[in-house]
C-alpha cells in the first residue's frame, strides 16, 4: 500500500476534479435536457401542438448529438472550448464537451419520460380549459417526475464515465490520476485503487437514486 499512501492526497485532488466536472455537467444537462425534450413532445405529432419542421430539427440534433463518440467530440470542440473559458486544458475547460454531450443524452431519456405521461390527464386539462403551458407543468412534468428523477441519475452514473474520459485530453480528475500513475508510472495497485474508487462512487450515486426514486414511484423496482 505504501504506493497507493503516497498518491492519496492527488487522488483526493483529482475526486474533487471529478466532483466539480458533474456538479456543472448535471445539473446543466438536466435543464437544458429537459428543455428540448418538454420541445420535442409538445411538437410531436400527438403533442400539445404539433410541428413537423420544429421537431424534425430537434430530434435531429438530438440523433447527432448521441452519435458523437464523446472523446471524439471532445477534441472537435477544442477551438469552441477555448473560445468559451479561455483555454482547451483544464477541469472548466473539460465541462464544456461534458455539457454538449449531456444535453442529447438527457434530452432522450426525458423525452422516454414524458412519454409516459397518462394521455388521459392531459386530455381532461385541455377539457378543463388549461393552457399548454399550464399542462406541460402542472399534468405533463409532474405526471413524468419519478422517472425523470430516475433519467437524471442514469445520467449522472454515465457521465462519472465520461469525466475519466476528459483526463485524457488534460481534463483532470480520476481518470487522468489513474492513467498518470497507473500507466505512465506503472504503479498498477494505485490504478486499482482509483478504479475502486470510481466503482464506489458509481454505487453511492446509484443507491441514492434508486432510493429516491422508490420514494416518489413504488411502481419503479431497481
Known amino acids: 500500500m505504501e504506493n497507493v499512501v503516497a498518491a492519496f492526497p492527488d487522488l483526493l485532488v483529482a475526486l474533487g476534479q471529478t466532483l466539480y466536472m458533474l456538479a456543472i455537467c448535471w445539473p446543466v444537462g438536466i435543464v437544458l435536457g429537459l428543455t428540448v425534450a418538454v420541445l420535442l413532445r409538445v411538437t410531436s405529432a400527438d403533442g400539445l401542438r404539433p410541428h413537423r419542421a420544429w421537431f424534425a430539427v430537434l430530434n435531429g440534433i438530438v440523433n447527432l448529438g448521441r452519435s458523437v463518440p464523446f472523446l471524439l467530440l471532445a477534441v472537435l470542440m477544442v477551438p469552441v472550448t477555448r473560445l468559451i473559458v479561455g483555454t482547451a486544458i483544464g477541469t472548466t ?6 455539457v454538449v454531450s449531456a444535453v442529447p443524452y438527457f434530452a432522450r431519456l426525458a423525452e422516454q419520460s414524458l412519454l409516459a405521461a397518462d394521455r388521459g ?3 381532461a386539462a385541455e377539457a378543463l380549459g388549461a ?3 399550464r399542462i406541460v ?3 405533463l ?3 413524468s417526475f419519478p422517472l425523470l428523477v430516475n433519467a437524471s ?11 475519466t474520459i476528459v483526463g485524457i485530453v488534460g481534463g483532470g480528475g480520476v481518470g487522468d490520476f489513474a492513467i498518470r500513475y497507473g500507466y ?3 504503479q498498477t495497485d494505485v490504478m486499482v485503487f482509483s478504479v475502486a474508487v470510481i466503482v464506489l462512487l458509481v454505487q453511492v450515486f446509484q443507491v441514492v437514486g434508486n432510493r429516491l426514486v422508490r420514494r416518489w414511484d413504488h411502481r419503479i423496482v431497481r
Open 184 to 186: 505512465n508510472l506503472f
Open 93 to 98: 475547460a473539460a465541462t464544456v464537451p461534458l
Open 153 to 163: 441519475i442514469i445520467l449522472l452514473v454515465a457521465f462519472v464515465s465520461y469525466t
Open 131 to 133: 393552457g399548454r403551458l
Open 141 to 143: 412534468l409532474r405526471e
Open 137 to 139: 407543468f402542472r399534468v
Open 121 to 123: 390527464s392531459i386530455e
